[in-house]
């Protein structure tokens, strides 16, 4: 017998066994005395977590990430479904289709949905796009045809994608050829047909651009500040005219 396999009939005689059926009953769905005794809980994983860890911040964090994953999983099967994801609305994000399809496409493949693992990976990599390690987790997703770069065709499906989520009866082709255009305005790639990793490093705002290919309130609050900012650039010229202009 191998020191990290168990047969299905010693773990059905096992005593664990009970407690692994306990989880499907009603009374551990919300906080109950017993969900906290059970060894297989969210709440023993948490405690586990805090004492190997030892970071009272992580702890905090890993409750918060909990939370939100308990709420995503109405179906409380511990996997979250791709229905369940179309309800992610943390941090003010709202995602795109394709993205969200990328995610589960890109699962690992003996996982049905996410579970809390791959779904507190998926959390970080959002969070943390103002780094190497966020930007590369993020840019597996949004190269649609593994191809190590993002062309034209791709970034358009990206955006389309995004403006369905805006106005889902309406194509704006208008708006998304412009969005695009911007989009390699800001980042500059060494090739003008697509864009790379190394780009998006080498720009400095690889993580901004990366969530406006996924999350239409990123694009928003980007349209949103370039608009402002011309607005400002309109109104500065009008206000520090020259004084002696009407000297002569």
Not at 52 to 65: D, F, K, P, S
Not at 122 to 148: C, H, I, K, P, W
Not at 181 to 194: A, D, Q, R
């Amino acid at each position: 017998m191998q020191p990290d396999r168990i047969l299905i009939k010693d773990f059905l005689a096992s005593d664990v066994f009970y407690e692994f059926l306990r989880l499907q009953d009603p009374d551990l769905m919300v906080d109950h005395p017993t969900r906290r005794k059970n060894w297989f809980s969210l709440d023993t994983t948490m405690r586990i977590y805090s004492k190997v860890l030892g970071c009272y911040q992580y702890n905090a964090c890993l409750n918060i990430t909990v939370a939100e994953y308990l709420d995503l999983d109405k179906d409380h099967k511990g996997i979250l479904s791709r229905e369940d994801m179309n309800n992610y609305k943390v941090n003010d994000v709202l995602l795109s289709k394709v993205f969200l399809d990328r995610i589960f496409e890109l699962k690992p493949a003996y996982l049905t949905g996410l579970d809390f693992t791959t779904y507190v990976e998926f959390v970080l990599m959002m969070e943390s796009l103002d780094t190497v390690q966020g930007m590369s987790a993020l840019f597996r997703y949004v190269d649609l045809q593994n191809a190590g770069r993002i062309d034209k065709v791709d970034a358009t499906i990206l955006l389309r994608s995004l403006n369905e989520c805006h106005n889902p009866h309406q194509e704006d082709y208008a708006s998304v050829e412009c969005r695009l255009v911007e989009i390699f305005e800001m980042v500059i790639p060494s090739n003008h047909y697509y864009i790379t990793l190394a780009d998006l490093k080498k720009c400095k705002i690889g993580g901004l651009v990366l969530a406006m290919f996924v999350d239409l309130h990123a694009l928003e609050r980007y349209v949103v500040s370039l608009f402002c900012a011309q607005l400002m650039l309109i109104l500065c010229s009008r206000t520090f005219t020259n004084p002696f202009a009407e000297w002569g």
